[in-house]
């Protein structure tokens, strides 16, 4: 069985940057699309950036220019770089993995769409 596992969050200033790590075990993650999804308080989940089998990558409008997603299969580990950090961007951030691979721009922000997901990571954007 799949699990996921995140790493990378923490508290940084406005402007600063922090890269989000998901390590897989339990099976390779090369077939798997993986999103990034995240949930404010009081706010729905949102998808925040995906990647998938063949290395496309999709962007919420509030990231795009400021995250970049990666994958690396031989670490079986995908990254969310983020940069330019806003305190709207807080939240506690979640990767996900979705058996289609090949998920399209059209699904790949909805949460039904994904079948394992991690624990969670919180990022807090504050001075």
């Known amino acids: 069985q799949l699990q996921l596992a995140e790493s990378g969050g923490g508290l940084v200033q406005p402007g600063g940057s922090l890269r989000l790590s998901c390590a897989a075990s339990?099976?390779?993650?090369?077939?798997?699309?993986i999103g990034w999804f995240r949930q404010a308080p009081g706010k729905e989940r949102e998808g925040v950036s995906c990647?998938?089998?063949?290395?496309?990558?999709h962007y919420a409008d509030s990231v795009k220019g400021r995250f970049t997603i990666s994958r690396d299969n031989a670490k079986n580990t995908v990254y969310l770089e983020m940069n330019h950090l806003k305190p709207e961007d807080t939240a506690v951030y979640s990767c996900?993995?979705?058996?289609?691979?090949?998920?399209?721009?059209?699904?790949?922000?909805?949460?039904?769409?994904?079948?394992?997901w991690g624990q969670g990571t919180q990022v807090t954007v504050s001075a």
């Open positions: 990647i998938n089998s063949g290395g496309d990558t």
């Open positions: 996900a993995a979705s058996e289609n691979g090949w998920i399209t721009i059209a699904t790949w922000g909805y949460a039904n769409e994904y079948d394992y």
């Open positions: 339990g099976s390779t993650l090369d077939y798997y699309a």
